[in-house]
């Protein structure tokens, strides 16, 4: 059973490079899901993917911000001109559509640090 | 804005203990989910309730669903080493986006043997 995978679990960068983050769902989930952690807080929503389609983008995502799904199965999350205040858990998590709740199983996070 | 408070905020017990962390809002739940996280690492689904006064049972832990879904808790028996983590609550709004999970601040457990 393959869980919910994010690659690079780690990545730091030097203000003002572009990182990108990839997520890989549970293969039968056509939903996915990206959100941001910071220190003492709870995940926040970022946005939200059904197959290929981008449905809904958070206030949070500024537009240096892009995510991607595109043949419905992986997604990536580009951040453009990072910045220190990016720095982040960055976590991705799928669920099953035609659910009458909404059950999502995170991946294991990127942790981005901006120096 | 709708908000989900976690109580305590942090926790500290000794191994054996019995302990309870409560989420609570003013907004009802169409569904709450239960996650339990480790440093560095993303949530584990521990448990989905979404019928108003559900208990639902998970060998040691008990999670409660308030009568009018505006509040959950989460009972841990006999409290061990391995509890240890941060327990965040989950909810999405009855009325709402289905999809969109808003969480809490979390209960950072830690239990010393």
């Known amino acids: 059973d393959t869980g919910v995978s994010q690659d690079p679990r780690h990545k730091i960068t030097k203000r003002g490079q572009n990182v990108t983050f990839r997520c890989d769902p549970i293969?039968?989930?056509?939903?996915l899901y990206w959100y941001r952690q910071t220190l003492g807080q709870g995940p926040e929503f970022l946005t939200y993917?059904?197959?290929?389609?981008?449905?809904?983008k958070s206030r949070l995502l500024s537009d240096r911000f892009s995510a991607e799904r595109p043949k419905g199965s992986f997604s990536t999350l580009e951040i453009q001109r990072t910045e220190q205040g990016d720095s982040a858990m960055y976590l991705c998590?799928?669920?099953?559509?035609?659910?009458?709740?909404?059950?999502?199983?995170f991946g294991p996070g990127t942790r981005l640090t901006v120096l | 804005t709708q908000l989900l408070e976690q109580s305590p905020q942090f926790l500290s017990i000794q191994e054996g203990e019995n302990l309870t962390v409560y989420c609570n809002s003013s907004?009802?739940?169409?569904?709450l989910q239960w996650y339990r996280q480790e440093p560095g690492e993303g949530p584990v689904l521990l448990v989905t309730?979404?019928?108003?006064?559900e208990v639902k049972k998970l060998k040691r832990l008990t999670f409660q669903f308030g009568d009018a879904r505006k509040d959950s808790s989460l009972h841990i028996t006999a409290a061990q080493p391995g509890d240890t983590g941060l327990y965040l609550c989950a909810g999405a709004w009855y009325g709402g986006s289905n999809y969109k999970l808003t969480f809490g601040k979390g209960t950072l457990l830690t239990v010393n043997p």
């Open positions: 993917f059904q197959n290929e389609a981008q449905l809904e």
């Open positions: 309730v979404v019928t108003g006064g």
């Open positions: 998590a799928s669920s099953a559509s035609g659910r009458t709740y909404n059950e999502q199983f």
């Open positions: 293969s039968e989930h056509n939903r």
């Open positions: 907004s009802v739940f169409s569904s």
